[in-house]
């Protein structure tokens, strides 16, 4: 009986060449013969694309950037060659240094050859996926793009997003307007690249130039773009222009998006920060944008819940500070990353420092800030971390457990070690005013540490009859 078997159909590019061509670019004398029997076979009709494309790339690889210019301006379809370039460098980054794509643009650029821009787009994002690509080489590709655009106008919405890409938060972002402003005027602009526009502005804090942007993509489709909108929510809570604000979440909110994490973070601390503070509608939007508990504690968006534990104490509304507290720490319990990170969070020391005396460290709360505390492996790096803590284990009489933790932490530098003592030595002080001195000596011990010599003297001052 015959075994049944598969069938396809196959390209001529398949029948001629294989089914893998990628052996091909390593050997660039068999790509040359595989040419030339080709044109003696056929010689009107173009080679195929994967026979181009090898050869292309074997060239480049062998530093013969000519022949590989050559090739690809005098194939009868030369987008369709640089297309497949384009897809071969990607899937092989690692094959090409960032000099022999230049290497090759430049050439290509002074035949004025087709797929300059697609080489450009190649190089730059090559610049960006390699670790090891130098500043200034990233800082000649964006000049190159640059220069490009203003030569060839039109191809400004294709170059902007390497171009942003490209630029870092130091970088001037004039010529990233001069492009947006091109690019508005030459052709089509996707709203994803308004995104990465923004970004930029974003990161070099020029808060007015993303306004000013939003006053017109806000006409567009880029109002419904979670990237574009979000950035501006960022940019008008630094403003502390709060309708602005609530007017980008409104827009995502027709499209049933919510804003970044970033973005959310952002808005709710200047709403936490203003005067006077709004915590319940930070909490409004926190459960509205994470109705599920578990994942608002637990994922990247904790940072919001914590935004809104802050705006609570900053309207002196403890009670409800201490349920969101038992709440985060429920949610938290048995996963160890969670809630390290939740205690790393800047501030987070303010809070454990104030209700330090009114935790119970058997609660869930009491696990978080202090059973936690004792297990992070890198507690040396957060000396105000540690104050609390110490402020903790003394409030809850576990002052010898609390040495204990603090002395496997001896790696502490100097000044974090002043900045340890400094932040814990008033607490310290008002439980034990007599003992404070000596507690603080034991600490300096335990640590193998020097106590700032002003405090030892002020406690000294202080203890004598």
């Known amino acids: 009986m015959l075994k049944k078997t598969s069938t396809r159909l196959l390209s001529f590019s398949q029948l001629f060449c294989g089914e893998d061509t990628a052996k091909l670019i390593h050997n660039e004398e068999q790509c040359r013969q595989l040419i030339t029997t080709f044109r003696q076979l056929s010689p009107n009709a173009p080679l195929p694309i994967p026979v181009a494309t090898a050869y292309t790339t074997s060239c480049i690889k062998n530093k013969n950037y000519r022949d590989a ?9 030369p987008e369709k060659l640089v297309l497949n370039l384009k897809d071969y460098f990607h899937e092989h980054k690692d094959d090409f240094s960032a000099e022999d794509i230049k290497e090759t643009l430049v050439l290509l650029r002074d035949a004025n050859a087709p797929g300059v821009i697609i080489f450009l787009n190649i190089l730059a994002n090559h610049c960006i996926s390699d670790s090891s690509c130098s500043e200034s080489l990233k800082s000649e590709v964006r000049q190159m793009i ?30 990233i307007m001069e492009v947006v402003k091109i690019a508005i005027q030459k052709g089509y602009i996707d709203p994803r690249d308004f995104g990465i526009v923004m970004d930029v502005l974003l990161a070099r ?7 000013a942007l939003w006053s017109w993509m806000r006409h567009t489709s880029a109002r419904w773009n979670q990237r574009t909108a979000s950035a501006a929510i960022c940019a008008f809570s630094w403003l502390e222009q709060i309708d602005q604000a609530i007017a980008c979440i409104q827009c995502l909110a027709e499209v049933n998006i919510d804003p970044t994490i970033d973005a959310q973070s952002t808005f709710t601390y200047y709403l936490a920060n203003r005067i006077p503070p709004l915590p319940e509608y930070v909490e409004q939007l926190m459960r509205h944008w994470h109705p599920e508990q578990h994942t608002l504690w637990t994922g990247p968006a904790y940072s919001v819940g914590i935004k809104c534990i802050f705006a609570f104490f900053r309207a002196k509304m403890h009670r409800e500070v201490i349920c969101l507290l038992d709440e985060a720490s429920r949610s938290m319990q048995n996963i160890p990353e969670a809630m390290e990170r939740f205690v790393k969070h800047k501030g987070m020391h303010v809070l454990m420092g104030h209700y330090s005396s009114e935790i119970d460290i058997q609660s869930p709360i009491g696990v978080l800030f202090y059973d936690n505390v004792k297990g992070i492996p890198d507690l040396a790096d957060y000396p105000l971390l540690m104050a609390s803590f110490f402020t903790i284990g003394l409030q809850q009489g576990q002052l010898l457990e609390s040495y204990e933790t603090l002395s496997r932490n001896r790696s502490i530098s100097k000044d974090d070690f002043e900045q340890l003592v400094r932040f814990s030595f008033r607490s310290i002080q008002e439980k034990y005013p007599h003992e404070a001195l000596d507690i603080l000596k034991e600490l ?13 003297a ?3 001052l202080f203890d004598s009859p």
């Open 69 to 77: 210019v050559a090739t690809i301006s005098s194939y009868s379809q």
């Open 146 to 175: 640059v220069s490009h655009i203003r030569f060839i106008p039109y191809s400004a919405p294709k170059l902007l997003r390497s171009l942003c890409t490209l630029s870092s938060s130091n970088s001037d972002c004039g010529d």
């Open 205 to 211: 804090k020029d808060y007015t130039k993303i306004t």
């Open 444 to 456: 300096a011990r335990r640590m193998q540490k020097d106590l700032p010599s002003d405090i030892e």
């Open 458 to 460: 002020w406690l000294e």
